[in-house]
C-alpha cells in the first residue's frame, strides 16, 4: 500500500495544490496530513476544503491548537485568520486527533514528537526521547525539514512542509512510502 504524508501546509493554498496534483503522478492510496494546517498564509478555509475535497486524514498540529485557542499572535496572522475562518472549519481543526495510529503498519502519526507536545526532533536531536515511543515507523511534522532517520529498531520520518519549507529548498515537500517494502520517496514541487 502507497501512503503520502504531508504536513506543515499553513494555509498555503498554492503549495498545497500544487503537492496533490503532483500526488497524481503516483498510485497512492491514502494521504495523511501531520497537522499545522493553519497559520502564517491568508487561506485556511479554502486549505481545508481542498484536504476534505481530497479524503485526507488529518491531525492537529500546535497552530492549529493555538487558533482554536484563541491566539492573537501577529507573527502566525492569527488576527486575520480569526476574522476569515468560518465556524465549520474551525469545527474541523477542532475535531482532529493528536495523533493516528496504524495498527497494521505499525506506525505512530503525530506533529511532534508523539505524547510529548511540541518538542521538535532534528536529525541532531536527541532520539533517547522516543525510547518510550513504541512503534517502528514514527511519522511527524512541526520542524519543517525532511527527514528520515534510524534510532535502533524505530524509523523517525519527516515529510517536511507544504507551506513552509525551512530547509534552505523553497519547494513544497511531500512524502511517499510504502512500509511493507521500505520504501521512501522524499518529493519537491
Same mark, same amino acid.
Given at each position: ?11 498555503? =493554498?498554492?503549495? #498545497?495544490?500544487?503537492? +496533490?496534483?503532483?500526488? $497524481?503522478?503516483?498510485? &497512492? ?63 474541523? =481543526?477542532?475535531? #482532529?486527533?493528536?495523533? +493516528?495510529?496504524?495498527? $497494521?503498519?505499525?506506525? &505512530? ?81
Amino acid at each position: 500500500m502507497n501512503l503520502a504524508f504531508i504536513s506543515d501546509i499553513h494555509s498555503n =493554498l498554492e503549495g #498545497l495544490e500544487k503537492v +496533490i496534483k503532483k500526488m $497524481e503522478d503516483f498510485s &497512492i492510496d491514502k494521504i495523511y496530513c501531520l497537522g499545522d494546517i493553519v497559520g502564517y498564509g491568508d487561506n485556511p478555509n479554502e486549505v481545508i476544503e481542498l484536504l476534505k475535497l481530497n479524503n485526507i486524514y488529518c491531525i492537529k498540529g500546535n497552530h492549529d491548537d493555538m487558533l482554536i485557542n484563541g491566539s492573537l499572535e501577529e507573527k502566525y496572522n492569527f488576527p486575520f485568520t480569526q476574522k476569515i475562518i468560518t465556524v465549520e472549519s474551525m469545527n474541523f =481543526l477542532a475535531n #482532529l486527533q493528536d495523533n +493516528i495510529i496504524l495498527i $497494521e503498519e505499525d506506525a &505512530i502519526l503525530s506533529h511532534a514528537v508523539p505524547f510529548s507536545s511540541n518538542i521538535y526532533l532534528y536529525s541532531n536531536s536527541d532520539f533517547t526521547i522516543l525510547d518510550s515511543v513504541n512503534y517502528k515507523y514514527i511519522f511527524m511534522g512541526h520542524t519543517h525539514y525532511p527527514m528520515l532517520m534510524s534510532y535502533y529498531d524505530k524509523k523517525v520520518i519527516n515529510p517536511g512542509s507544504v507551506g513552509q519549507p525551512r530547509d534552505s529548498n523553497s519547494k513544497s515537500s511531500f512524502l511517499i512510502c510504502d512500509m511493507k517494502d521500505e520504501r521512501f520517496e522524499f518529493i519537491r514541487i
